[in-house]
Nanobody, 127 residues
Framework: QVQLVESGGGLVRAGGSLRLSCAAS????????MGWFRQAQGKEREFVAA????????YYADSVKGRFTISRDNAKNTVYLQMNSLKPEDTAVYYC????????????????????WGQGTQVTVSS
């Protein structure tokens, strides 16, 4: 059974930090790029961050650049999103996703480029 399970969400005050984790099982993890997306209530899903299969390159939305860090541990089949200096506008459901393209070193910013998704974890930032 294919699973991507996010954890680490919660309620935090503005300026605080959270670390999201996404554990993969039932699918090939280490040879595919991974991404994080988010969807705020009433808004469309948007790209947050991506990391190549090797972890050698990372990519970020302008809105989170300098505050968020994506990383991965291929030995643990897990991808992380460290979120610092959180703002109320970061409030959303955060999803991890596996890219469709094996060994790709090209960043993909559209959700249609990803073929497996987690169920999401809620992040709420209070002002």
């Amino acid at each position: 059974q294919v699973q991507l399970v996010e954890s680490g969400g919660g309620l935090v005050r503005a300026g605080g930090s959270l670390r999201l984790s996404c554990a993969a099982s039932g699918l090939t993890f280490r040879t595919y790029p991974m991404g994080w997306f988010r969807q705020a209530q009433g808004k469309e899903r948007e790209f947050v961050a991506a990391i190549t299969w090797s972890g050698g390159s990372t990519y970020y939305a302008d809105s989170v650049k300098g505050r968020f860090t994506i990383s991965r541990d291929n030995a643990k089949n897990t991808v992380y999103l460290q979120m610092n200096s959180l703002k109320p506008e970061d409030t959303a459901v955060y999803y991890c996703a596996r890219d469709s393209y094996i060994y790709s070193n090209v960043p993909h910013y559209e959700g249609t480029e990803y073929n497996y998704w987690g169920q999401g974890t809620q992040v709420t930032v209070s002002s």
